[in-house]
């Protein structure tokens, strides 16, 4: 009797990423190494940053980069739309119009033929891309791209598991579990009452009180690097590290080789 052939199934990862250099080059790491695990990987950008690469470099294509395949959704503005200056209204704008238009990206996929995306990787900042994992059913996982120790301060923070500075006392130590003790200077400014920053406090803190969307937590970082701050999570919402997702001079490696300097010389919306 003839046996029959096990069928491989494909797994095929969609990224989905903010705009910004500092965000992609870490995506683009990763997507490289899931690349080589035999993954099929999508990264998705905006139109915006679409039209910063054609500008920016002598390729005619958009369409793949080290086995990466590149799709593009709107943010909702124009492409001369100044989003430096405007930041905080692009933000908004992007929270709305973004779940809408990555939502139809994976919709004329499926409708395609080319299958479901197994899983979505999101980064910070675009905290809605949960949302739309969820609406289609798809697990969606978050790559962390600062130190493990800030996902601890954040996560604590936005979630009032400890106590920080406030307006009344501004200037209060902070002691987290495995975390030395943390004086005003050595905390992030997006968890002071001081906070000069927009947009990004509200983002943070729509992610780290719904993380029950997010399957996995990805840190861009090495366990032995971070190991008290990565345990100090293990029983609230532990992050897995799949790191450094760094610049291959930084681990004494081929720089050519690597896939964030073709990103440095794109893409960025804050140059």
């Known amino acids: 009797m003839a046996l029959k052939e096990e069928v491989k199934e494909e797994i095929h990862v969609l990224m989905v990423s903010f705009s910004a250099q500092g965000h992609i080059n870490p995506m683009l790491r990763l997507g490289k190494r899931l690349v080589s695990k035999g993954l099929d ?10 039209q910063r690469m054609l500008k920016s470099t002598t390729t005619t294509t958009t369409n ?5 395949q590149l799709e593009f959704f709107s943010d909702g503005f124009s492409l001369d739309y100044d989003r430096k200056t405007n930041l905080d ?62 996902y601890a301060i954040y996560y604590r923070f936005y979630n009032s598991l400890n106590q920080f500075p406030t307006l009344e006392n501004p200037h209060m130590s902070v002691e ?19 906070n000069p920053f927009g947009s990004f406090p509200k983002l943070f803190s729509e992610m780290f009180q719904n993380m029950k969307k997010i399957k996995w937590v990805l840190g861009n970082s090495f366990h032995e690097l971070e190991k008290d701050a990565i345990v100090s999570m293990a029983e609230l919402c532990p992050i897995r590290t799949v790191g450094p997702l ?26």
Not at 176 to 194: A, I, K, R, Y
Not at 246 to 271: F, H, K, N, Y
């Open 89 to 150: 209204h692009y933000m908004e704008t992007l929270g709305k119009m973004g779940p809408i238009n990555l939502s139809k990206l994976i919709q004329d996929r499926s409708q395609s033929g080319l299958g479901k995306f197994s899983c979505l990787i999101s980064n910070p900042f675009v905290p809605w891309v949960a949302d739309v994992a969820a609406e289609h059913g798809i697990p969606c996982a978050l790559l962390w791209i600062q130190p493990s120790i800030l």
């Open 64 to 68: 793949c980069v080290s086995g990466i």
């Open 41 to 50: 990987v999508t990264l998705a950008l905006t139109e915006f940053t679409r």
């Open 176 to 194: 987290l579990p495995g975390l030395p003790l943390l004086n005003t200077e050595d905390l992030p400014s997006f968890v002071l009452p001081s």
């Open 246 to 271: 760094v610049p291959s001079m930084l681990l004494g490696e081929d720089q050519s080789a690597d896939i964030g300097t073709w990103c440095s010389r794109t893409l960025t919306i804050m140059d």
